[in-house]
């Protein structure tokens, strides 16, 4: 039967056979467990052809001998049945052990994908999370992964197996009766045909239902994150409207797959009844016409057994074709994740740790000591070179898009000196936020340079070059875990005392001690026991035990009370001291003392200088500052 090649959404698959092949690449690691399950295959193969054959053999030599002489012993034919029983208790004993078996091989086998999925994830630019939804991804996870499970574990077990039995079936049959075989495999090929045609129709409902169900994956995990922005505005109709609509593709899809597999079955096990019927009638005829020389009656009972194990095997290798294709579009969407580019790194140059002496010289040291370093190597000379790291950041006629046909910053220039504090202000999608992604290299800059104490930033190696930014970002992420560790993940190896210390820097030792467990509270749920102002506190905690020599602040105070900003201010102002920073806020009185603002309008700077500069000018900032224009 050819592979079906359809997509769910009707395009032709990208390569069934090479998906298959490169599923099938995890059973090496596997080799020594699956010689032992291809044994057993065979050996409940043989039990259950000799359990056939066996039938017949009770017929001819035992039954029929009895009867003709009248006999009462019947201790050969008791022997003879507990020697067959022993032949099926091996059969038994044997598939038990293959299904044991293979539920390691595939637990192991799911384990390995989801690591290297999970491994490849980590790999991946924001721009792909930035265009699939994380229900969308959670689903190759989840419902993508259960496919390979059954398949695995069932459906290529039982393939194998079936080709074993059909295998053996047929040799047996062909030393039982020729023209009976003859007859038998005429009848399959209609059996062959109704497969193939359901299957091909159900592989594509099949693979159209995984897509389907990361559709619906995806929506829900976006209304539970947003459940609360549903109620305000009064949206929960319209989100089951739209929910319906992709749960009714789903239910089409999976109806439509579920009702061409479900055919299959009964309609095989029908065609088997005529066949059953036919070979009967054919069987008989030449039992009695050859007067049992060319067909016993013990051979026509142990044929029709076999004609019946015959079928078996096909109709098993049709009902798990369907989980086989199902399973191929899971893995296709499971691999479809693992090819994906990942992030680029061309960069050479490290941060390291360093000792400055009082002539300057700089000397790599493990411990960490306040100062850093660039570390550059030269493969040519084979020297290395060290600069120590000031915080110097300059911008020169950046242009970037997030897609090649619309640019959002336009010639971009700008400086950032030692120990200088740069603030960014502009409405909405101005492209505040966007010039912090470029310095963090979150995003290639389409023109232009970026230049970090003076070395282009795409030569600085990304791991290094944003463990020299601290970044507190206006939307806060808390991982599950208590509120200590969630501070120490700024720096992994910071002890409590650090953490503590960070956090009163921070301003959030206060409400932190009023906790339950104060520092041993346990954070669930992105911190949605915490206010957004307090969680905002813990992220600014994180990043003040980083102590990075550069700070990123995206509207760090946003969802602070002003009573709380004071105070809060006071800590980020002694964050910052002696670092290069960068703040974007739409709270103006946040940003009055910095070195430089710079007001941005659809992705060009329009107006720079100190506050006292730009209002004395009396633009845009000046009006923003009066009341005159609002930001956004």
Known sequence: MPPVKMRGDGRMAKDPKKTLLRLLSYLKNYAPTLVVVLLCILATAYASITGSKALGNL????????????????????????????????????????????????????????????????????????????????????????????????????AVSSVVTLVAVFIAMITESWILTIVTMITVLGVIFVTKTLAGKAGKFFIGQQKSLGAVNGYIEEMINGQKVVKVFNHEEICKEEFDKLNDTLQQNAFSAGKFSNMMGPINNNLGYIQYAILAIVGGIVVVQSNAALLSLGSLMTFMTLSRNFNQPINQISNQLNSIIMALAGAERVFELMDEEPEMDEGYVKLVNAKIDENGNITETPERTGHWAWKHPHKAEGTVTYTELKGDITMFNVDFGYVPEKTVLHDVTLYAHPGEKIAFVGAT????????NLINRFYDIDDGKIRYDNININKICKADLRRSLGVVLQDTNLFTGTVMENIRYGKLDATDEECIKAAKLANAH?????????????????????????????????????????????????????????????????????????VIAHRLSTIMNSDCIMVLDHGRIIERGTHDDLIAQKGTYYKLYTGVFELD
């Open 429 to 436: 999608g101005a492209g505040k936020t966007t010039i912090t």
């Open 59 to 158: 017929v001819d030599d035992f039954i029929l001998p009895m009867v003709a002489s009248g006999s009462t012993d019947f201790a050969p034919l008791a022997q003879f049945i507990i020697k067959i029983a022993c032949i099926f208790v091996v059969g038994m004993v044997a598939s038990f052990f293959q299904s044991y078996l293979m539920v390691g091989v595939t637990q192991g086998i799911q384990k390995t994908i989801r690591d290297e999925m999970f491994t490849k994830m980590q790999s991946l630019p924001l721009r792909y999370f930035d265009t699939n939804t994380a229900g969308n991804i959670m689903s190759r996870y989840t419902s993508d992964i259960d496919t390979l499970r059954q398949m695995i574990s069932q459906s290529i077990p039982q």
């Open 510 to 582: 206060d409400f932190i001690t009023r906790l339950p467990k104060g520092y041993d509270t346990e954070l669930t749920n992105n911190g949605a026991s915490l206010s957004q102002g307090q969680r905002q506190l813990i992220a600014i905690a994180r990043a003040a035990v980083a102590d990075p020599p550069v700070m990123i602040l995206d509207e760090a105070t946003s969802s602070i009370d002003t009573r709380t900003e004071k105070l809060v201010q006071d800590g980020m102002d002694a964050l910052m001291k002696g670092r290069t920073v960068f």
